[in-house]
Structures are given as structure tokens and as C-alpha cells.
């Protein structure tokens, strides 16, 4: 449709959809009639940087005036935390625009339109190169099942299709000699000679590669062959449970659920399409089951229609949705990050850039000298984490860091040394940091802003009452971290949070059981809470787990005798932990440990200590 200009009418909502194949963007007038539409390339947000990401908009806004409203979903964005920083790129493009934010299933899912009467709830059953369910209710809870990509997941997709059939040729190969029709299908539209040279390609295959062996599944079964036929039969079968899964959640048994097909292989393919369908009446009987008759992008034009030009900019976060915590989190609020010691200036170092290299390192020195008694001034607080750890060790809990950056690796590192230390079970002490294993050596983007992604962190660690919940945050105000912290009280665990802000205010109702403030300082390089801060965690964390290590008898005088002789250097230590225990020689020390397995409280019982 040709770029006419709206004339008088008094607004235009822009949509804009972003996959990972393409991008569709398109304008409609205030009636919802399509001004233009346009596509761009594709925009998965896990995979753009944040100036990709403005790239991209950018690109967009430039082929469409400026809309009243802008309604956005892009693959990718699974977290509050993602939808906040797609607000955030739109609002530095589309200045003072309101902006929904979403994902691309949920554009997808208002793209069939309101709920209809009788209807409890609406789900996205979607099967195109990955699968996933999405679905809400009338009263607007949300749920998902599968969309755990091509190797945890992908059930009845284009993928799996492809994955299966490639297998099932192999396999009746090695079983009797065969190569089938499937086979030979499959051969030929790879343009392979021989089934050997499927492992070469199967290596350096994409998911995309594939998922594009589907049509010859779906061609092969229109000929009654009967290996594709199984094939489509489970994707079918494996499809309609995730669907019926997810609308478990969101209705009670025999409430009306619509279930709306969206994706390329249900929406290409429509005898699969009834076989899930029937597959999904099979376990939910009175099912509603459609495909979806509109584009994806529209659900987005109406998201961004629903819009007023009363609300906030689309540069404001907006609050997490779940749980039953408060809209606007106190104890994170960034208009007061400026108040933390942490981000304030060190008076002496304002000339860092030009000082000699040796007054820096004396400058340096001397703020680490401050350090110890500013964690002595916080003594008795640390004193009751102690014993609450040490307590919930004897009770059969685990103490958990929780953090972000240096915090977080500085929560793993104290963790990762308990076991050969104290041969503690890997479990006691655990390490959780924003962003997962990838923010131990590289930086996360966002991964400390997501207050739900801590809350999860521990409900799938499994974190319980007799655990201990310490959350570590330079500045005392990271959001991964408080939201751990909730959801800690809420489960009822012990918990503490260790910043370096004294200037840290919490209203009472959101405080953790100890706030451990050490008035440190601020950092000679302003802002750097790898430096002093990172230093201090070290120091407490170290106190934290040798001093509840050694209440629960993991040392004897100040022995290791529980040590884990992993190595060459251990096992000499353990050898000589055993000398002087039993007041033996290295060949007695060293015989009662083998004898023990190099288990050293054992071999100093075997050894001749009583103690």
C-alpha cells in the first residue's frame, strides 16, 4: 500500500514485529485502517546489542511519520528486564511516544482480537522452525509452556520434525540393512550421495537447515509412508500436550479454552494442523481450535492502540507484573543511586590521572588500610550471619550468595572453595550471579536489572526455610539482588544483604533479617566496586564460611582436617595435618590416610587420635 499521507485524522499507531527471520513494522489510522507496512531484517533481542537495537528502530522510524503509539514485539524478550530495555532504545528513537513492549508471542495472541464470550482463555500454539504455547487468561495471567529451544525443547516443530526424521533413517538403516523412502528423500534434497555423509552435514547444520527437512516429512506422509506418518503423529501428539499444559494454567477443566495456530508448519501444513487439533480435543474436550487468521504484526498495532496519549513515555520502566510485590520497589530506586558512598568521588584521587604511578599505589594502599576497621565496626552483625549459617549447615541447610558483577563472582569464588577446603558437599554453599554462568567471565547486558530473574533464581534452586539468603550489592541497590532478597523472607529462609552504603534507607516492611554496611569509603576510581568493595566482600565472605566451617567441626585447633586432598600440594598438607595430630612420622601419616582413602579425620582415628 502506497505511503499516502494520514491528512486530518488526528493519529497513527505504529506495530512493529520483530522475528528472527524478518521484522514487519506497519502504521494504521485511528480506525485501525493500514496505512503502509513495510519489512526489515531480522531482530532477535538476545542477539543485538544495544546500539544494533537502536540501529534497527532507527531504520524503522525512518520509513514512517511519527505514530501516536507504538506497539513492539520481538523475539527474544522473555524478561521484564528485556521489555525495559527495548522501552528504553524506542523512547531514544521515538522521543516522548508511549511504547508496549512486549514479545512476539504475545503480539501474536492479540492479533486474534479480545476474548470472546464464554472464552476463559486463549492460547498460542505455535509450530514454525521452534514451537512454543503461550496463553492468557481473562483475568490476565500469562503462562508458557516449551519455547526451550531446538536442544532442551521444540516439541512438534519444524526442527524436531526434521531431527526425527533424520534419526529414524539412520536408525532403520543399522536395523535391517534398509535405506527407506524417507531416506532417500531426505538424500536427495541435501544433495548427498550417501547416508555416511549425513554425519558430516548433521554437524555443521543449523537449526534453520534443519528444520527445512519438514516438507519432505509432511510430502513422504501424504504418501502413506508410514515412518513419516509416526513422525507427525508424536510432533502431534507432543504439540497438543504442551498446549493443553498450558491451558491447565490458565482454566479449570472444561472451561472453554480457543487454542489459535500460529507458525509456518501449522499454518502451511493443515491436515497436521487437525491432527493436533483432534489430538488437543482428545485431552481437552470442547476445545476451540483456529489458525490464526491475522498477522502477528497487527497484534502489535493493537497493543499500540490501546494506548493513550495520557501515558508515561516509553523510556519509563515499567514495574514487574508477577508475584505480589510492590509496583515500584523501594530499596532499588535508582533516583538515589547518587546517594551511595560507592558512586561518590575520593577527595585524594581527583588527580588519579596525572599522580606518579608510586603515590597512586600508596594512595591505594592506604584506603585498603581502612577497610578492616570499617568491617569491625559491623561485627555483630556479621556475628549472627555466622551463626545462622552454621546453624543451618548442622540443620541440613545451604547458605546462598546471591549478586551481581563482581559481587556475584566474588559469591562463586568463596562457594567454589568450600568443597576442597572443608570437604563440604558442593550444595552447602552456593554462588548465584545475574546473567548465569556466561556473567562469570563476561559482563551480561541488563542481567542485574531484572528483580524477577533473583526471585526465580532461588525458587529453582530450591531454596528453603532453613536455608541462609546473603545478598551482595556494592551499592546496596541492585535489583537481581533484592529480588532474591524477597523471595527469600517470603519462603521464610534467613537473609542479609552486604553493601558498602551506609546512606542505604529500607522501609522496614522490605528489609532482610541483617544489613551489613561497612562505611568504606568511596572508591579511589569513582564507581569501581571491584577495587576496596570487592576487596571488603572478599574479607567477609572468607569470614562467613571458615568461621560457620569451623563451628560445625570442620576444623580441629586450626587444622583442616577435613580438607579434600585433590592434588600433590593437598595431599602433602593432609599428610602433615595427620603428623601433627597423631604425633606420627610421614610414612605412619601417610599409610592411614591411604588406608582411609585420604579421608584426614579418618586417618588420624586410625592413626591414633582420639581427639
Known sequence: MGKRDPGNESGAFLGVECGGTRTVAMLVDTRGAEWHRTSFGPANLRLLSDAQLNRHFRAVKREFPTPTAIGIGMAGARTEADRNRIRDAAAK???????????????????????????????????????????????????????????????????????????????????DGRWTTLGQRILRALNLNEPDQLIDWVRDASKDDVAALAPEVFAAAARRDKIATDILSGAASSLAKDAVNCAAGLASKGGKVRFVFHGGVLLNQPAFAKKVAARIRERWPGAECAPLQRDSVRGAVELAMKLTPHRPPSGKPKAPTSGTRPATPKPWDTRHLAQSVTEQRHPASMNLDTMPVGSAIDLMLAGDETIPLAIRREKRKIEWVVRKVAAAFDAGGRLFYVGAGTSGRLGILDASECPPTFRADPEMVQGIIAGGARAIANPIEGAEDDPEAGARALRFRGVAKKDVVVGIAASGRTPFVWGALWEARKIGAATALLCFNPNLKVAPADRPDRIIAPDIGPEILTGSTRLKSGTATKLILNIFTTLAMVRIGKVVSNLMVDVKPTN??????????????AGCDVGKARAALVKAGWNVKQACAIAGVRR
Open 568 to 581: 600433590v600440594k593437598l595431599r602433602d598438607r593432609a599428610v602433615r595435618i595427620v603428623q601433627e595430630m
Open 93 to 175: 528513537v521515538w522521543r516522548n511516544i508511549p511504547c508496549h513492549a512486549t514479545n512476539d508471542l504475545e503480539t501474536a495472541l492479540a492479533a486474534d482480537g479480545d476474548a470472546r464470550s464464554g472464552v476463559a482463555a486463549r492460547v498460542l500454539v505455535l509450530s514454525g522452525t521452534g514451537s512454543c504455547c503461550h496463553g492468557r487468561n481473562r483475568e490476565g495471567t500469562t503462562r508458557k509452556s516449551g519455547g526451550w529451544g531446538h536442544l532442551l525443547g521444540d516439541k512438534g516443530s519444524g526442527h524436531e520434525i526434521g531431527m526425527r526424521a533424520l534419526k529414524a533413517a539412520v536408525y532403520y538403516l543399522d536395523l
